[in-house]
Protein backbone atom coordinates (compact mmCIF):
# COMPACT_ATOMS: atom_id res chain seq x y z
CA UNK A 1 0.00 0.00 0.00
CA UNK A 2 1.10 3.54 -0.75
CA UNK A 3 1.21 6.12 2.04
CA UNK A 4 -1.55 9.23 1.99
CA UNK A 5 -3.74 7.21 -0.60
CA UNK A 6 -7.52 5.87 0.03
CA UNK A 7 -5.94 3.58 -2.60
CA UNK A 8 -5.01 0.30 -1.32
CA UNK A 9 -2.73 -1.34 -3.92
CA UNK A 10 -2.51 -0.69 -7.81
CA UNK A 11 -2.28 -5.26 -8.08
CA UNK A 12 -5.69 -5.04 -6.43
CA UNK A 13 -7.30 -2.15 -8.19
CA UNK A 14 -6.63 -3.86 -11.44
CA UNK A 15 -7.82 -7.34 -10.51
CA UNK A 16 -10.74 -5.82 -9.43
CA UNK A 17 -11.54 -4.10 -12.61
CA UNK A 18 -10.25 -7.34 -14.68
CA UNK A 19 -13.17 -9.08 -12.57
CA UNK A 20 -15.31 -6.85 -13.87
CA UNK A 21 -17.80 -4.65 -11.59
CA UNK A 22 -21.71 -4.99 -10.90
CA UNK A 23 -23.64 -2.36 -12.15
CA UNK A 24 -20.87 -1.46 -14.87
CA UNK A 25 -18.90 0.76 -12.35
CA UNK A 26 -14.97 0.97 -12.26
CA UNK A 27 -12.79 1.39 -9.43
CA UNK A 28 -11.44 4.43 -10.79
CA UNK A 29 -14.69 6.21 -11.34
CA UNK A 30 -15.24 6.39 -7.72
CA UNK A 31 -11.77 7.19 -5.98
CA UNK A 32 -12.37 10.17 -4.74
CA UNK A 33 -16.33 10.52 -4.38
CA UNK A 34 -18.18 12.07 -1.99
CA UNK A 35 -21.12 9.84 -2.06
CA UNK A 36 -22.81 11.29 1.17
CA UNK A 37 -23.02 15.42 2.12
CA UNK A 38 -25.05 15.94 5.01
CA UNK A 39 -22.15 18.55 6.33
CA UNK A 40 -24.76 21.37 5.84
CA UNK A 41 -28.07 20.40 6.91
CA UNK A 42 -27.12 17.59 9.85
CA UNK A 43 -27.59 13.87 9.92
CA UNK A 44 -31.07 12.83 9.34
CA UNK A 45 -33.53 13.54 12.35
CA UNK A 46 -31.12 16.67 13.40
CA UNK A 47 -31.48 20.18 13.02
CA UNK A 48 -28.59 22.41 12.06
CA UNK A 49 -25.19 21.77 11.54
CA UNK A 50 -23.18 19.14 13.37
CA UNK A 51 -20.21 20.72 15.14
CA UNK A 52 -18.63 17.92 16.92
CA UNK A 53 -17.88 15.03 14.35
CA UNK A 54 -15.37 11.91 14.40
CA UNK A 55 -13.83 10.63 10.91
CA UNK A 56 -13.61 6.94 10.68
CA UNK A 57 -11.98 4.80 8.25
CA UNK A 58 -12.57 1.15 6.72
CA UNK A 59 -10.99 -0.72 3.95
CA UNK A 60 -13.00 -2.60 1.22
CA UNK A 61 -13.12 -5.10 -0.96
CA UNK A 62 -14.75 -4.98 -4.34
CA UNK A 63 -17.59 -6.12 -3.50
CA UNK A 64 -18.30 -4.08 -0.29
CA UNK A 65 -16.80 -0.96 -2.50
CA UNK A 66 -20.03 -1.98 -5.39
CA UNK A 67 -22.41 -1.80 -2.71
CA UNK A 68 -21.43 1.20 -1.06
CA UNK A 69 -21.40 3.21 -4.35
CA UNK A 70 -24.52 1.82 -5.76
CA UNK A 71 -26.14 2.74 -2.41
CA UNK A 72 -24.26 5.07 0.16
CA UNK A 73 -23.88 3.61 3.43
CA UNK A 74 -23.25 0.28 5.08
CA UNK A 75 -24.97 -2.65 4.77
CA UNK A 76 -23.55 -6.44 6.69
CA UNK A 77 -22.91 -9.00 3.80
CA UNK A 78 -24.10 -11.99 5.86
CA UNK A 79 -21.32 -13.94 5.24
CA UNK A 80 -19.03 -12.93 7.99
CA UNK A 81 -19.28 -10.84 11.09
CA UNK A 82 -22.54 -9.34 11.65
CA UNK A 83 -20.53 -5.96 12.51
CA UNK A 84 -18.62 -3.04 10.30
CA UNK A 85 -15.47 -2.31 11.93
CA UNK A 86 -13.63 1.02 11.71
CA UNK A 87 -10.31 2.59 12.30
CA UNK A 88 -9.67 6.00 13.80
CA UNK A 89 -7.02 6.94 11.32
CA UNK A 90 -6.55 6.27 7.67
CA UNK A 91 -2.65 4.96 8.38
CA UNK A 92 -3.85 2.46 10.42
CA UNK A 93 -6.38 0.71 8.32
CA UNK A 94 -3.94 1.21 5.09
CA UNK A 95 -1.76 -0.99 7.54
CA UNK A 96 -4.46 -2.82 7.80
CA UNK A 97 -5.16 -3.78 4.38
CA UNK A 98 -1.64 -4.71 3.74
CA UNK A 99 -2.17 -8.27 5.30
CA UNK A 100 -5.26 -8.74 2.75
CA UNK A 101 -5.04 -7.64 -1.03
CA UNK A 102 -8.63 -7.87 -1.74
CA UNK A 103 -8.97 -4.76 -0.23
CA UNK A 104 -8.93 -1.97 -2.72
CA UNK A 105 -10.24 1.51 -1.14
CA UNK A 106 -10.34 3.16 2.02
CA UNK A 107 -13.73 4.54 2.55
CA UNK A 108 -13.86 7.72 5.18
CA UNK A 109 -16.66 8.49 7.28
CA UNK A 110 -17.40 11.30 8.93
CA UNK A 111 -20.51 10.66 12.15
CA UNK A 112 -21.41 12.95 14.91
CA UNK A 113 -19.08 12.15 17.98
CA UNK A 114 -21.89 11.61 19.91
CA UNK A 115 -22.82 8.49 18.10
CA UNK A 116 -19.91 6.95 19.40
CA UNK A 117 -21.29 6.95 22.81
CA UNK A 118 -23.78 3.96 21.41
CA UNK A 119 -20.90 1.75 19.41
CA UNK A 120 -18.20 -0.68 21.22
CA UNK A 121 -14.86 1.05 20.77
CA UNK A 122 -12.28 -1.91 21.92
CA UNK A 123 -8.63 -0.98 22.26
CA UNK A 124 -7.45 -5.09 22.25
CA UNK A 125 -8.34 -6.09 18.59
CA UNK A 126 -4.93 -6.01 16.63
CA UNK A 127 -3.16 -3.77 18.81
CA UNK A 128 -0.11 -3.46 16.88
CA UNK A 129 -1.98 -1.76 13.63
CA UNK A 130 -4.53 -0.16 15.95
CA UNK A 131 -3.26 1.79 18.34
CA UNK A 132 -5.83 4.04 18.41
CA UNK A 133 -8.78 1.40 18.93
CA UNK A 134 -11.12 -0.26 16.42
CA UNK A 135 -14.62 0.85 16.59
CA UNK A 136 -17.35 -1.86 16.05
CA UNK A 137 -20.91 -0.76 14.88
CA UNK A 138 -23.27 -3.56 15.47
CA UNK A 139 -26.28 -4.93 13.27
CA UNK A 140 -28.50 -3.46 15.47
CA UNK A 141 -26.77 -0.23 15.75
CA UNK A 142 -25.99 -0.14 11.68
CA UNK A 143 -28.87 1.88 10.89
CA UNK A 144 -28.40 4.67 13.38
CA UNK A 145 -25.17 4.56 12.02
CA UNK A 146 -26.23 4.94 8.45
CA UNK A 147 -28.60 7.61 8.96
CA UNK A 148 -25.91 9.61 11.28
CA UNK A 149 -23.14 9.96 8.44
CA UNK A 150 -22.38 13.39 7.69
CA UNK A 151 -20.01 12.66 5.18
CA UNK A 152 -19.30 9.36 3.27
CA UNK A 153 -16.59 9.25 0.71
CA UNK A 154 -13.65 7.10 -1.43
CA UNK A 155 -10.77 8.37 -0.59
CA UNK A 156 -8.04 9.04 -3.87
Same mark, same amino acid.
Request: aromatic share 6%.
Given at each position: ARQGTGL????????? +????LQGGNSVDRGMGQVLI???KQGAQGTSGFVDDTVDL???V +? =??EYNQIVKNPGFELSGKFMEAKQFG?????????? +???????????????KSMLENLDISNT =???? =???????????????AFNDAILLLEVLD
Open positions: VDDAARQAA +NQAGDRTYRV +N =IDFTEAEVLQYA +NADIGKVAVVKTTVP =IDTT =IFRNGVVTVHSDKLK
